[in-house]
C-alpha cells in the first residue's frame, strides 16, 4: 500500500503529529503499539496473539487513519512482534521513510548472563537481531526498555551512541526509568558529547498519575518527550471491570497489570462515564476509554499514545478518540477526582514557592 493510495481524511479527524522531544523527529499524536502481536502460550500471549494476516489488517488501519509511528520491543514474543511489523510493512507495500519505526532492548532473549541487560554487548548484538526481524537498515528510536543496575549507564549511552554514528539507530531514548536515573544519563549525553536521549517512554493515566511528582517536570525542563504506555490502564479505564456485570474471564483477571486503586478507580470511572454521556463521534456513543485518550491528549507533556488493540474496531475506535476535545470544566472534574496526594517535598516546594510573588520579586 503506498502512500498515496492512502484514503483523505479530514484534518480534524486525524491524529495531530508533534515533534518528539528536542529533535525534529515527527510523530503521530497515537502511536500504534505491537504487543498483542505474535504471542503464544506464555506472558505475551495473555496480551495477545495476533499472527500475520489479524496484524496486517490493524497496521493497515492504522496508516490510513493517519498514524505514523508503530512501537514494538525485541522481547514482545521473543522477536515474533519486530517480525510481524516488518512484515506487514512489506506486505503493505509501504515505503520505509513513510513510517516511523521504535523498538526497545533490556529483556531476556537468551538463557545466559549476557542475554539481557543493556550492557554494550547485548545492545549491539540484539540491535542487529531487530533490524533483521524488521527488514530495514535503520531503526527510527532505539529505546531502553528500563533501567539496568548491573551496567553502568556511561557503557549504555556509549553503545547507542555507537549506533547512531554507525547508521543503525536515528533517535535514542528510555523506558521505566526513574527521574534521577533519567537526569544522570543526560548528563553524562551532554558531557560525553554523545547523541541526545529525546524520549521516555513511560506508564500515565487517569488512574495512574504518579509521573506527575518528578518525571513530568523533568521531561519538561529538558525538553524529553513523554510516550505513553497503557493508556487504559491494561484496559481497567475501559469501565468493563467496574460494575455488577463485571465477568472474572477477562484480561485482568489473568494478567492484573499495572496495578490499580480499585477504590479510587471506580470513582474516576464514575466521572468518565458522566462525561461521556450524551457525546458522540460520527453518530456513535463516547465510551469511557475514549474519554481516558482524549484526556492524556490534553496533557502538554505527552507527545504520543501507544494505543495497542486485538480487533479492528478497538483500534479504530481508539484512534477516533483524538477527535474529542475536553471542556475546561470536564478537565477539572477529571483532574480533581483522579489528582494523586501531595508527598513531600511537592507540599514543601509548593510552599516555599510562596516567597516569590507574581512580580518575581
Not at 475514549?290 to 486485538?310: E, N, R
Request: net charge negative; with cysteine.
Amino acid at each position: 500500500m503506498a502512500t498515496e493510495s492512502l484514503p483523505q481524511f479530514n484534518n480534524d479527524k486525524r491524529p495531530g503529529c508533534k515533534p518528539l522531544g528536542n529533535s525534529g523527529l515527527f510523530v503521530s499524536e497515537l502511536c500504534l503499539g505491537t504487543m498483542t502481536f505474535g504471542g503464544d502460550e506464555d506472558i505475551w500471549g495473555l496480551i495477545g496473539q495476533l499472527q500475520q494476516e489479524q496484524a496486517d489488517e490493524l497496521v493497515k488501519i492504522a496508516l490510513e487513519a493517519g498514524i505514523n509511528f508503530i512501537d514494538t520491543a525485541n522481547i514482545y514474543g521473543f522477536g515474533a512482534s519486530e517480525r510481524i511489523v516488518g512484515q506487514s510493512l512489506k506486505n503493505l507495500g509501504v515505503r520505509r521513510e513513510d513510517v516511523v519505526l521504535a523498538t526497545k532492548v533490556l529483556g531476556p532473549m537468551g538463557d545466559g548472563p549476557n542475554a539481557r541487560g543493556a550492557s554494550r554487548g547485548h545492545i549491539m548484538s540484539e540491535c542487529k537481531a531487530s533490524l533483521a526481524r524488521l527488514q530495514t537498515d535503520y531503526i527510527d528510536l532505539y529505546q531502553i526498555h528500563g533501567f539496568d543496575p548491573a551496567t553502568p549507564i556511561e557503557e549504555t549511552l556509549e553503545a547507542l551512541n555507537t549506533l547512531v554514528q554507525k547508521g543503525d539507530v536515528r533517535y535514542v531514548g528510555l523506558s521505566n526509568w526513574a527521574a534521577w536515573q533519567v537526569m544522570k544519563a543526560i548528563g553524562i549525553t551532554r558531557a560525553r558529547n554523545l547523541c541526545p536521549i529525546i524520549s521516555l517512554q513511560a506508564y500515565y493515566t487517569l488512574v495512574g498519575r504518579d509521573l506527575e511528582r518528578d518525571i513530568i517536570p523533568m521531561l519538561e525542563s529538558e525538553n524529553v518527550g513523554l510516550m505513553v504506555w497503557s493508556p487504559l490502564a491494561g484496559g481497567y479505564l475501559s469501565g468493563k471491570y467496574e460494575g455488577p456485570d463485571v465477568s472474572e474471564e477477562n484480561r485482568r483477571a489473568r494478567f492484573d497489570f499495572p496495578p490499580v486503586d480499585r477504590e479510587r478507580g471506580s470513582e474516576v470511572i464514575k466521572v468518565m462515564r458522566e462525561i461521556a454521556d450524551g457525546k458522540q463521534i460520527d453518530g456513535e456513543p463516547v465510551t469511557v476509554a475514549q474519554i481516558a485518550l482524549a484526556w492524556l491528549l490534553h496533557q502538554k507533556p505527552v507527545a504520543s499514545i501507544i494505543v495497542g488493540a486485538k480487533r479492528p474496531e478497538q483500534l479504530k475506535a481508539n484512534i477516533q478518540a483524538a477527535q474529542i476535545r475536553l471542556s475546561g470544566e470536564e478537565l477539572n472534574a477529571l483532574d480533581e477526582v483522579s489528582r494523586i496526594p501531595e508527598e513531600y517535598p511537592g507540599w514543601m516546594m509548593k510552599m516555599m514557592a510562596g516567597y516569590r510573588d507574581s512580580t518575581g520579586s
